[in-house]
């Protein structure tokens, strides 16, 4: 195979493995209040983060030692589609009265608990796949990377153009693409697995061996600090939305592009995230994984406080600010971190240590962060309150965040001390 034709392919993938989550992700919110389960909004949100406690974990294990890591990644999006497809259903087959919040939930819970291990998996298929052409991931793997931004952008301007904002069609766009990944998987360079016919513990046996990596106290406090930072992933994804639609209840605001076209606002983070990935390789080379997690936590202090300082009137050009610094936030943790990962591990414990970074991540950090910001708002924005004491309470919540957010970045410029990577 051609280096033109790998990488084309492996694009074709990451396009799609984001353009899943991209269908509902950032919308599902305004779903969620319109629906009347406001107040579980950090449910669903937090349930991803549940999900990759384990899956991409075990996900990860299986990938190294059982199942080629594509073929994994197919099957996955295939029981994810499935049980998305069900949820959109049964959520389109009750509108106009009550959603069941027990069938819902249920539904969705077992789609993320599918998709969520893909996300490793994918970043597993890629990085094997260009190692093995013999080309520098560090160099190689962003340019890759930004298709799946695009993908993330497209499904969600199409969702919020066809008005499915606040509808069940947003599972069912999501949907449709995971089933056809799920067969595309199929078809993608094969990852080996390390099973061979060599004697192994049964750590081994059932990759517990890649825990070993907290031993080390770098890695460790990479893991840990992978937490902290998770925290953040998906405050805005689950709050970002019903906060500016808030401000549709206030005459000053009302009828602004922002409030009537939230998706395509806040997808202005994922166009910025599409260019900032491009810059992962320049920065890590020149100042190195401290510094370049450094300035993604400061990204997230902006992140937080041009929310709480905007507005969709004359404060807009603070919420576009916001969608500008979540580029830098986004890749320069994430993409960087999978990077920092693939260099600082060896190939038989490669995928299941993608799948801890996942944990630790979007699973503990993701599930700490939606439940506790979703206590914050719960506790500031209450009803019965007029649509401008929901504004203010909505605001204090942003600041609340971004002062976490650099309370993290302090402790981390004092606590992780940096050193070339080297496998372990």
Known sequence: MNVFSLKLRLTAMNFLE???????????????????????????????????IFMPGLMGIVADRWVPAQRLLGLCHILAGLFMGAASLYAAGTEGGALGMATFFTLYTFSVAFYMP????????????????????????????????????????????????T??????????????LGLYAQTLPGCPTS?????RSLKQSLGLDVFFL????????????????????????????????????????????????????????????????????????????????????????????FFGFGNPGEGVWLFVLSMLVYGVAFDFFNVSGALFVDQSTSPDIRSSAQGLFMIMTNGLGASIGTLSAQAVVNHYVTEGMSPEQKIVGW??????????????????????????????
């Open 18 to 52: 984001f353009a899943v989550w991209g269908a509902y992700l950032t919308s599902m919110g305004s779903y969620l209040a319109k629906a009347g389960l406001v107040e579980y909004i950090g449910w669903f949100y937090a349930v991803q983060g549940v999900v990759s």
């Open 118 to 165: 893909t996300l490793a998996l994918s970043n597993s298929v890629a990085l094997n796949g260009l190692a093995r052409a013999g080309l520098d991931t560090v160099a190689a793997f962003p340019p890759i990377r930004v298709f799946g931004t695009i993908g993330f952008i497209c499904t969600m301007w199409i969702v919020s153009l066809m008005h499915y904002e």
């Open 167 to 180: 509808t069940s069609g947003q599972f069912l766009v999501s949907a449709a693409l995971s089933l056809l």
């Open 195 to 199: 099973k061979g016919g060599e004697r």
């Open 214 to 305: 907290f031993k080390q106290r770098r890695m460790a406090a990479f893991f840990l600090f992978s937490m902290l930072l998770g925290v953040s992933l998906q405050i805005t994804n689950g709050f970002a939305s019903p906060f500016i639609k808030e401000f549709e209840n206030v005459a000053a605001y009302a009828g602004t592009f922002g409030v009537e076209y939230t998706g395509m606002l806040i997808s202005l983070s994922q166009i910025s995230e599409a260019c900032c990935v491009l810059l992962i390789p320049f920065f890590l080379k020149r100042f190195g994984m401290k510094r370049v997690m450094m300035i993604a936590m400061l990204a997230w202090v902006l992140r937080f406080g």
């Open 395 to 424: 605001q204090t919540c942003w600041y609340i965040f971004a002062a976490y957010a650099l309370v993290v970045l302090l402790l981390f410029a004092v606590a992780f001390k940096e050193k070339e990577a080297k496998a372990v």
